[in-house]
T-cell receptor
Framework: NAGVTQTPKFQVLKTGQSMTLQCAQD?????MYWYRQDPGMGLRLIYY???????DKGEVPNGYNVSRLNKREFSLRLESAAPSQTSVYFC???????????FGSGTRLTVV | EDQVTQSPEALRLQEGESSSLNCSYT??????LFWYRQDPGKGPEFLFT???AGEEKEKERLKATLTKKESFLHITAPKPEDSATYLC????????????FGTGTRLQVTL
């Protein structure tokens, strides 16, 4: 089915470890986004890519890096994981000028 | 700073009992207001976009309305399958498609 695919679905890291969350969309969307969702906080934007070749910081970028590998793929990297990064991470994409985002099913990350 | 406040935090309805969810917002130039539905363990699913005060959109038992300060999601004769968390978000003018989300209303519809 067409949509946004995120891997992995679950991950447990130790403090200080690194990892990359993968996101791919097959809808030919231009813009891609990484959000985190925490209880009582709502979805908060980490980084986004308005188009292939560009990336920009969102509301909570500290501790993260991103790569827009091509039009389809947008990855999120945690270089040195901290317990404060325990969260559910959502990738989303949007076609320029079109309504709404399409979200992936999320990655549940726990840092111990 | 753009802000979105949703109320109530949680709402329990009996099947067939209509009600409304509220989304109050402050934004520097509204480009769009979005409603999403989120089921447990899943990503948000897009429902509606509203662009200007007075606009209304409907989908099955849901109707979204917009004023200059708030939006309502009206649920008419809800069914148990309408149980979910409903999220509201705003996009400000000139923000490159970035959305600011509220914390959501958790709706439970019982038989």
């Amino acid at each position: 089915n067409a949509g946004v695919t995120q891997t992995p679905k679950f991950q447990v890291l130790k403090t200080g470890q690194s990892m990359t969350l993968q996101c791919a969309q097959d809808m030919n969307h231009n813009s891609m986004y990484w959000y985190r969702q925490d209880p009582g906080m709502g979805l908060r934007l980490i980084y986004y890519s308005a188009s292939e070749g560009t990336t920009d910081k969102g509301e909570v970028p500290n501790g993260y890096n991103v790569s827009r590998l091509n039009k389809r793929e947008f990855s999120l990297r945690l270089e040195s994981a901290a317990p404060s990064q325990t969260s559910v991470y959502f990738c989303a994409s949007r076609f320029r000028g079109q309504d709404g985002y399409t979200f992936g099913s999320g990655t549940r990350l726990t840092v111990v | 700073e753009d802000q979105v406040t949703q109320s109530p935090e949680a709402l329990r309805l009996q099947e067939g009992e209509s009600s409304s969810l509220n989304c109050s917002y402050t934004v520097s130039g509204l480009r769009g207001l979005f409603w999403y539905r989120q089921d447990p363990g899943k990503g948000p699913e897009f429902l509606f976009t509203l662009y200007s005060a007075g606009e209304e959109k409907e989908k099955e038992r849901l109707k979204a309305t917009l004023t200059k300060k708030e939006s309502f999601l009206h649920i008419t004769a809800p069914k148990p399958e309408d149980s979910a968390t409903y999220l509201c978000a705003v996009q400000a003018s000139g923000t490159a498609s970035k959305l600011t989300f509220g914390t959501g209303t958790r709706l439970q519809v019982t038989l």
